[in-house]
């Protein structure tokens, strides 16, 4: 699977209508991938029959499902028709091959434009773009997080706010809010709204602190830093926030939430310049 993942932008991959169509085409296209990496690659062990065998069942359920097809004619087709169309995508802004912290990255586009170049879609067609922010920050494994708290304020969060990896069980490295990175991946995804999630995890927190800018070499940064070496000589400047110390799992309503959640809510709002829409204060709750 992961040849055929890699092959993409070395220009010979192999796509989904070949694993879907003759499947002696396919085992070709296949094994003459698998001779290519192993050039390049002599240590790599690869089960051909065994991945061959998997693949063909999963070319079944494919077909099966009739789920594949082409995007550009269905998209097209549903907003003609009037239809409302949402997509969801995977990994955090920070992540984009592009304008992620490069190269702590992942393989792909992970801000909105990828939902055009992934689907075919026309860039006007995206009206809203719905931000999905937590009130913390987060980050998995390894790479630049200059607001990342290595002490009890980092542990509390991590703990209050289970926060571990769902497919790797690994335990997410936790610290404040970086807002001078919010602001600038508002800019990148064009934000027209923000969806506030967790909120409650920061119920029993005395001050709570939020990045507001980046100086390196004592001179405020405009934008975070290019090189991957500055980022780790990055100085944080924060914002400190009185916190609400009451729990507000159970409230339903904005005005009904404790005064300093609601400047905590709205110090984010007012410096990244995008309205806060959702709340989220629990597992199943929502305001
Ligand atoms: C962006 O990511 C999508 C999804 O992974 C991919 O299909 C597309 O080719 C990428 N575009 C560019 C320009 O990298
Ligand atoms: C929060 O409130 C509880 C009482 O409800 C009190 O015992 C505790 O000291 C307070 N914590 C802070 C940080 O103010």
Redesign the pocket.
């Known amino acids: 699977m992961f040849f055929i993942a890699l092959g993409k932008c070395f220009l010979n991959g192999i796509r989904v209508v070949n694993l879907l169509g003759d499947f002696g085409d396919f085992t070709v296209r296949y094994k003459t991938l698998v001779e290519h990496y192993r050039s390049q690659f002599p240590t790599i062990e690869v089960d051909m029959d065994g991945e061959l065998a998997c693949l063909k069942e999963h070319a079944e359920k494919l077909r099966s499902l009739s789920i594949v097809g082409d995007t550009v004619e269905l998209l097209d087709e549903a907003r003609k028709g009037g239809k409302s169309v949402l997509i969801e995508g995977a990994n955090g802004a920070l992540l984009d091959i592009d304008f992620g912290t490069y190269p702590y990255v992942t393989s792909s586009n992970s801000t909105v434009g990828g939902a055009c170049t992934g689907l075919g879609l026309p860039p006007s067609a995206v009206r809203n773009v719905v931000g999905v922010v937590k009130a913390y920050q987060t980050r998995v494994g390894t790479g630049p997080f200059p607001t990342e708290q290595l002490n009890s304020v980092g542990q509390q969060l991590q703990s209050i706010g289970q926060e571990v990896g769902v497919t790797t069980g690994r335990k997410r490295r936790c610290g404040w809010l970086d807002l001078f990175l919010l602001k600038r991946t508002a800019i990148i995804n064009g934000l027209t709204a923000i969806a506030f999630t967790k909120v409650d995890i920061l119920d029993?927190?005395?001050d709570i602190q939020v990045a507001v800018g980046y100086k390196l070499d004592g001179k405020p940064l405009s934008s975070p830093p290019a090189r991957a070496a500055d980022w780790e000589r990055v100085e944080v400047e924060y914002q400190t926030l009185s916190?609400w110390?009451?729990s507000t799992a159970a409230i339903r309503k904005f005005e009904d939430l404790p005064e300093n959640c609601r400047n905590y809510i709205k110090f984010v709002e007012d410096f990244v310049g995008v309205p806060i829409t959702m709340l989220g204060v629990g597992p199943t709750a929502r305001l």
């Open positions: 029993t927190f005395k916190g110390n009451s």
